[in-house]
Every structure is written in C-alpha cells, then in structure tokens.
C-alpha cells in the first residue's frame, strides 16, 4: 500500500443488511435530495467501466432510483449501449462541458424508467482542446451539474480510458470513485496509478472525492491467474472491493450490439444477477455515507 493509496481509502463498510430492493429510496427532510454523483474510471481501456456504468444505472433504476448516466467517453459506447443511436444525440455532454446547452436540454430518455443519459456526441473527441484555454477547465462539468442540479439520486459517469481532462472534469464533479478492475496482469499498477491520481484530485481539486469501492470484472473462477490477482487487490484494498465479482459472461458481452443493458437482454443470466448484487452493495455504501455525513 502506498501512502497516497492509504489516505484515499476510508474505514472499511459493514457489508450486511443489504437493503430490500421494493423500499423506496430515501428522501431528505425537504424532500429534495441532491444526487450523488459516481465516476466510473479506469485509465486503463476495455476493463468494463462502461458495462458497469450501464448495469449498475439500470440496476438502481430497476430498485426505484432516478439515475442519470453522463457519457464523458468520445467513443460513445454508453450511450449506444442504452440504447441512444447517434441520430439521437442532438446535443449532449460536449455541450455542457462547454456551456453552450444546460443540462436539461442534453438529458435523453431510455427505454428504462427512471433512467435518462446525457450521451455523447462527435464533437467530444474534439473537446479537449476547445477547453483547454477555458477557465476553470477542470471544473466545467461540476458547474454544469451544479447550475442546473436535476431531480437524479444518483448520476454515474462513465469515463474514457485515460486520465485526460475529460476524465478530470469527471473526478471533480464527483463525490466518490468507483473503479472496475479485470483481473489480470499488471492490474495493481494500473490501480496504484489511479489512486494517486485521485489522491491527487482530492488534494488540488476536490477535496471530498471519494473511493466507493472497486468492482472484480470479467473474472473466470476456473483461471488461476483471476484468483491470484483477485486475492492480491482484496489484500492490497481490504474491504473497498466489493463482494460482488462480475463473472465473464457472453450475454453480457452481447448485450450492447442489441442497444440493451445485460439486465434487459437477459435478466437471468449470471452477469444480470452479479450487477444487481453490486447495486445493492453500492446502496449500503451510500447509505453508509449518508450517516456519516
Ligand atoms: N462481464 C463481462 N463478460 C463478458 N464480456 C464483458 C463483460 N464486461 C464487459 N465485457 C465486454 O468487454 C468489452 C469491454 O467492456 P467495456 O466497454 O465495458 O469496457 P470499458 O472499460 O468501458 O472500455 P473502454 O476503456 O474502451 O471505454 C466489451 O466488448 C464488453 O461487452
Ligand atoms: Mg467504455
């Protein structure tokens, strides 16, 4: 554990009383809950922050949360994979970063109640360099979203795979990180790097940024190489990984060409049914926090 590693992981969650998924979510005494924003970040590509972006907004939405996902990657792929064509990407989150359209005039509906994307558009490729001369460059989706808070209990980013000014306009916007890890060679040095960049964050940018959690993507019990690294990360991050180990499995990987979450593809199958023990695990997190607060 590196020292920076240590000061961005706070005490080790309680992991029982999973809550029931029928209560309704809770509401503050106004009644207006701010949402609580979660990046999804890997610098690291194909390690599954956009399937766990998707299904876990789903997932949360299917418990009766109002999610919002921001797609903040140019590939477009959460967005695609809600179900959102690019004929139906007017504007979106290059808009926002920009400041040429609020919030309201990006959010796009899915087929999933309770969950709406802001998606992203081909102009976001181009992004990075429109706001480089910006001021306050690194705080323009944190402005967005503040200006104009929707009525979401949570809103999830999902991020490109690399730690650019896209990524960093995520982490500052965010209240805490949650970071999909496959199980492979290499993975703690990916993940050692990720937690001093938010280390980072926190100490020049946002100083409440938070680790929610890591999620153990496509693992395949029969590998020894899977369990090897399954039971490093567990040693290394204590109880910031969750329980929750998403299987490597072909219906998730075939979900996104349909246009659909894994949960509405096929709600049996083994991928379905890991993310909705992740989103119960998130909600104990969160509510965790909520108390702490
Ligand atoms: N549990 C899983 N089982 C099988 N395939 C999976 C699983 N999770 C993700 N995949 C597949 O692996 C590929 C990479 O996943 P995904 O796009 O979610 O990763 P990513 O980290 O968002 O990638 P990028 O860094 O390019 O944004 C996709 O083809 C996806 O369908
Ligand atoms: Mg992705």
Known sequence: ?????????????????????????????????????????????????????????????????????????????????????????????????????????????????????????????GAELDLIDMERREYRLREALQAAMPDYDFILVDCPPSLNLLTLNGLVAAQAVLVPLQCEFFALEGLTHLLKTIERVRHKLNPTLDLQGVVLTMADARNNLTNMVAADVRQFLGEKVYQTVIPRNVRVSEAPSHGKPVLLYDFRCAGSQAYIRLAREVLVREREEEHVA
């Open 1 to 125: 554990m590196t020292s920076s590693g240590t000061a961005v992981i706070s005490p080790a969650p309680v992991m029982s009383n999973v809550p029931d998924p029928s209560e309704p979510p809770q509401t503050r005494a106004s009644g207006h809950r701010a949402p609580r924003i979660l990046i999804i970040a890997n610098q690291k590509g194909g390690v599954g922050k956009t399937t766990t972006a998707i299904n876990l907004a789903t997932a949360l939405a299917a418990i009766g949360r109002r999610v919002l996902v921001i797609d903040l990657d140019p590939q477009g792929n959460a967005s695609t994979g809600l179900g959102i064509p690019p004929s139906g990407r007017a504007r979106g989150t290059y808009d926002l970063l920009i400041g040429e359209a609020g919030i309201a005039e990006t959010i796009v509906r899915t087929a999933i109640p309770g969950l709406d994307v802001v998606p992203s558009t081909v102009d976001l490729a």
